[in-house]
């Protein structure tokens, strides 16, 4: 007997397009474009005007996007993920806006909207390409965890697919609801702000586990042992937090390991060159084909239009563009690894750090490191995305070509957007224009801006020599190298393995080694780029996800009978944690802009 769930769902399904054909996807880009991007643009954008961070938009076009395609059944979240990867990508433009907000701290000039959606648009075209061109390592070969990727991938699962649904709805619902009560308390309250709390954070540490969130609190723990030192050696001023300089140290940790992994990803492609011949072809999922010299074609064609629209468009020096566009090649892999292990994209980071490269090299002028190091700021956040995406879909099965359509879309129609916002707040607002950075400004104090007072104050710092900032760098690529090196050559080990696999002792030991010892500079990293507080709720989820997963080890099969092994109860859990809080930030960026304006 067909339950009322199936059966409602086929009476709606009459009346929709069916799957594939034109009209499908223009129902999904038209629900992505007209709803759920604004929606998730709005939020973005006024989050990082107010606080000055963001949530991605993924996890909550998710969950709308799969109210649309509900009536579809199993097949309808592959719908539902091409309109969040459209959506997401709208808002991570929108979040964008900040960058013309620093125009005005800095008093520089006005551009004309037109130039900027141009640049801005031509770079996210270039960064979902470099993104889309990392998929292969990142996510099929490392196959990182992705959080928020991975809670975007259960939601789809579950709303689309009544079975699931029956299954999975108490844990995912009780983790939305715990989400968004405590997003919505700790944006409204101070006194649970001061906490730290993050149900996201709290969330992402119980996908990973402690073996993963443990590593960011022994660095976190480290550099706040070393604040007296740091501050006698000149890299911090006395009061300044360890992040500071820290986030420096670990980017370099995971350029450090990724120049080993990278390594080898080479000689083992060089391998397989030479011995092509004799190596059996493993036939490739049809979802999983792209055609690879277009994609590198897509690469260097939009590479060449960001350094066009910067010379030509906006007249900056060609080779601060060169520069930043190279950049993009190593941080959007740096950046998608950290996003892959810590569901946290530093691209606040990335803009900093390229600041401090292109002055090494001889940059002196404030406009033009705001505007080339707005280059990686937007690559970095939309090839992130992209390979969350990717991530999402390799779960779903779903084609990723026609995924990359959407998220192009998104793209074009978010760098509208993006300058379309900034001038509605900055109009409606004339308080953000003020330069808070340095000075007190009373009214301003509900428009934080801390992405825009970070992006000032780096670039205002050009004119100094701050030469501990590439000391740092090297001194965090140096501690990645080594510490990767020696994992790879423990884990590695045929005596450690077995060791691991036949003792009780030996797995507690390869534990210890993952968590404390020797933790893998792509999770430690996660210490060095956000507050204390943060990484212990981060570790808490972790550790709480592990105890418990070890607590119901022996009754996993009565528990997740017909749910697939990766829908676990932590993940489900966490990923609605993570969809709570993103509904949280929505509800509040809404209601804070209606506010005001009426």
């Given at each position: 007997m067909q339950s009322t769930a199936t059966g409602s769902g086929m009476g709606l399904k009459r009346y929709l397009p069916a799957i594939g054909t034109p009209r499908?996807?223009?129902?999904?880009?038209?629900?992505?474009?007209?709803?759920?991007?604004?929606?998730?643009?709005?939020?973005?954008?006024?989050?990082?005007?107010?606080?000055?961070?963001?949530?991605?938009?993924?996890?909550?076009?998710?969950?709308?996007?799969?109210?649309?395609?509900?009536?579809?059944?199993?097949?309808?979240?592959?719908?539902?993920?091409?309109?969040?990867?459209?959506?997401?990508?709208?808002?991570?433009?929108?979040?964008?806006?900040?960058?013309?907000?620093a125009r005005h701290w800095l008093g520089l000039p006005e551009v004309p909207g037109w130039q900027l959606t141009v640049y801005y648009g031509c770079i996210g075209m270039f960064?979902?390409?470099?993104?889309?061109?990392?998929?292969?390592?990142?996510?099929?070969?490392?196959?990182?965890?992705?959080?928020s990727g991975f809670a975007v991938a259960n939601i789809l699962r579950a709303l689309t697919d009544p079975q699931l649904l029956r299954r999975s709805i108490a844990k995912l619902g009780g983790g939305m609801a715990l989400g968004y009560a405590a997003g919505l308390t700790t944006l409204k309250v101070g006194s649970i702000a001061a906490t730290g709390l993050?149900?996201?954070?709290?969330?992402?540490?119980?996908?990973?586990?402690?073996?993963?969130?443990?590593?960011?609190?022994?660095?976190?723990?480290?550099?706040?042992?070393?604040?007296?030192?740091?501050?006698?050696?000149?890299?911090?001023?006395?009061?300044?937090?360890?992040?500071?300089?820290?986030?420096?140290?670990?980017?370099?940790?995971?350029?450090?390991?990724?120049?080993i992994d990278i390594s080898m990803i080479l000689w083992e492609a060089a391998r397989r060159f030479r011995h092509r011949h004799e190596i059996?072809?493993?036939?490739?999922?049809?979802?999983?084909?792209?055609?690879?010299?277009?994609?590198?074609?897509?690469?260097?064609?939009?590479?060449?239009?960001?350094?066009?629209?910067?010379?030509?468009?906006?007249?900056?020096?060609?080779?601060?563009?060169?520069?930043?566009v190279g950049l993009c090649f190593l941080f959007v892999m740096v950046n998608g690894i950290s996003l892959g292990i810590s569901d946290s994209n530093p691209i606040s980071s990335a803009f900093v750090l390229t600041v401090f490269i292109l002055a090494a090299i001889g940059l002196t002028n404030v406009g033009t490191g705001l505007m080339c190091a707005s280059v990686l700021l937007i690559a970095c956040s939309v090839g992130g995305d992209m390979q969350q995406d990717r991530s999402t879909g390799w779960r779903l099965g779903t084609n990723r070509v026609v995924q990359f359509r959407y998220?192009?879309?998104?793209?074009?129609?978010?760098?509208?957007?993006?300058?379309?916002?900034?001038?509605?707040?900055?109009?409606?607002?004339?308080?953000?224009?003020?330069?808070?950075?340095?000075?007190?400004?009373?009214?301003?104090?509900?428009?934080?801006?801390?992405?825009?007072?970070?992006?000032?104050g780096a670039l205002r710092g050009i004119t100094e020599a701050q030469p501990h900032v590439m000391r740092a760098l090297w001194l965090g690529i140096g501690l990645?190298?080594?510490?990767?090196?020696?994992?790879?050559?423990?884990?590695?080990?045929?005596?450690?393995?077995?060791?691991?696999?036949?003792?009780?002792?030996?797995?507690?030991?390869?534990?210890?080694?993952?968590?404390?010892?020797?933790?893998?500079?792509?999770?430690?990293?996660?210490?060095?780029?956000?507050?204390?507080?943060?990484?212990?709720?981060?570790?808490?989820?972790?550790?709480?996800?592990?105890?418990?997963?070890?607590?119901?080890?022996?009754?996993?099969?009565?528990?997740?009978?017909?749910?697939?092994?990766?829908?676990?109860?932590?993940?489900?859990?966490?990923g609605g944690l993570i969809a709570g809080d993103s509904l949280a930030a929505l509800s509040v960026g809404v209601y804070g802009l209606l506010s005001t304006v009426f």
């Open positions: 499908y996807h223009l129902l999904l880009a038209a629900v992505a474009i007209c709803i759920l991007g604004p929606l998730g643009g709005i939020s973005a954008a006024f989050m990082n005007f107010s606080i000055g961070f963001f949530i991605g938009g993924q996890v909550l076009a998710g969950i709308l996007g799969s109210v649309v395609t509900l009536p579809y059944g199993p097949e309808g979240k592959h719908g539902a993920n091409y309109m969040q990867t459209m959506a997401a990508s709208v808002a991570a433009m929108c979040g964008m806006a900040v960058l013309i907000q960064g979902v390409g470099i993104g889309m061109l990392y998929t292969p390592m990142l996510v099929d070969r490392m196959q990182l965890a992705y959080p993050s149900a996201s954070t709290l969330g992402a540490g119980m996908i990973v586990g402690a073996r993963i969130a443990i590593p960011a609190l022994v660095v976190a723990l480290i550099g706040h042992a070393s604040l007296p030192y740091l501050v006698e050696i000149g890299w911090l001023e006395a009061g300044e937090p360890y992040r500071k300089i820290g986030f420096i140290i670990a980017l370099g940790t995971i350029l450090g390991a990724a120049l059996a072809a493993v036939p490739q999922e049809d979802w999983k084909r792209v055609n690879f010299w277009r994609l590198v074609a897509w690469v260097v064609c939009w590479g060449a239009a960001v350094v066009l629209a910067g010379h030509l468009v906006l007249g900056e020096p060609v080779r601060f563009l060169l520069a930043a998220q192009v879309i998104g793209i074009l129609f978010g760098a509208i957007f993006a300058v379309v916002l900034a001038k509605i707040f900055l109009h409606a607002y004339p308080v953000l224009k003020l330069d808070q950075f340095g000075t007190a400004v009373p009214e301003a104090q509900k428009w934080q801006s801390a992405m825009t007072y970070k992006f000032v990645g190298f080594a510490m990767e090196f020696i994992r790879k050559l423990v884990k590695r080990s045929p005596r450690w393995q077995a060791w691991r696999e036949r003792s009780a002792r030996g797995r507690a030991a390869d534990f210890a080694f993952d968590a404390v010892i020797v933790p893998s500079p792509y999770a430690s990293s996660f210490g060095g780029f956000v507050e204390l507080l943060t990484v212990l709720w981060w570790t808490a989820g972790g550790i709480f996800s592990s105890l418990f997963s070890m607590w119901t080890e022996k009754r996993t099969a009565a528990q997740n009978d017909g749910v697939p092994s990766d829908m676990s109860t932590t993940s489900l859990a966490g």
